[in-house]
């Protein structure tokens, strides 16, 4: 028996199974689902401006029931994995995204006039253009030169265009074309371009109005729309760093 229990092998057995046999006595930590005060009396909050009225004791604890049971089950969905798809994992990231981001502070005025200076032709009104085209339906014609006028024929389907901007062009024409056209010499016939379509497109610009310089209290609104958008972007990119920070990245090749 003494040389039995000097074995090695028995040695293993018998620490696995206590080891097996303890980890089923003894009890296993529970998960904890802790509701704060602030977090209770914002779901009684939320629940009264969605019915519009006070809360009776019956609907304040179902509205925490629901709460916990939502909980409950995004904690489940998490640990079985869910969220790995693509979809569901690019809401779930836009949403936490919000939430980070949703308690910015305001900025001060003096704040707020330096960002607009320090992009100022972010706010400058666009330019606009007037112009004349033409698409040019038999293609065995003529091409017309730069500088020449355009002959009114059959052969050819023409337009106007009044006070447009660079998107509203790219809207109409395309990127690529809109491009050529923009950084033609106004008050003479251009084309065709490269890249162009068939038919061929020629373009004549009439007038160009730059932008006014912008305003600092007509474009307040925007700016400070600018601002949190800026202020977010940073934030986002300062919590990802401390994130990657507090975690071992491997990425296997």
């Known amino acids: 028996m003494n040389i039995f229990l000097k074995q090695p092998a028995v040695h293993f057995l ?26 209770y009396e914002g779901i009684v909050s939320l629940e009264q401006a969605r019915k519009g009225s006070t809360l009776t004791r019956q609907e304040t604890d179902q509205a925490l029931q629901t709460y916990i049971d939502n909980e409950l089950l995004l904690t489940d969905a998490l640990a079985s994995g869910v969220h790995r798809d693509t979809t569901l994992a690019q809401m779930i990231i836009r949403k936490h995204k919000a939430f980070l981001t949703a308690t910015l502070p305001m900025p001060e005025d003096d704040e707020l006039k330096e960002f607009f200076e320090q992009n100022r032709e972010q706010f400058r009104a666009p330019t ?18 730069t500088s020449q006028t355009a002959d009114n024929n059959q052969s050819s389907q023409t337009g106007h265009l009044v006070d447009v901007t660079q998107e509203q062009l790219s809207a109409y024409f395309g990127t690529v074309l809109t491009q050529h056209i923009t950084q033609s010499t106004p008050g003479s ?26 305003d600092f209290n007509e474009q307040r609104d925007y700016v400070l729309d600018a601002w949190r958008k800026d202020q977010a972007t940073r ?14 990245i491997e990425v296997e090749s």
Do not use: C, M
Request: glycine share 4%; charged share 15%.
């Open 14 to 39: 018998l620490i696995a199974g206590l080891i097996f046999w303890g980890s089923r006595l003894l009890p296993s930590e529970q998960p904890t689902l802790i509701i704060s005060k602030a977090t």
């Open 128 to 145: 606009r253009y007037s112009l004349n085209y033409r698409w040019q339906k038999n293609q065995t014609a003529t091409l017309l030169k």
């Open 189 to 214: 016939w251009h084309g065709p371009f490269v890249d162009d379509p068939q038919p061929p497109l020629w373009v004549q610009i009439t007038t160009t109005l730059n932008g006014a310089d912008p």
């Open 235 to 248: 934030h986002l990119e300062s919590y990802l760093h401390q994130l990657k920070q507090q975690t071992r």
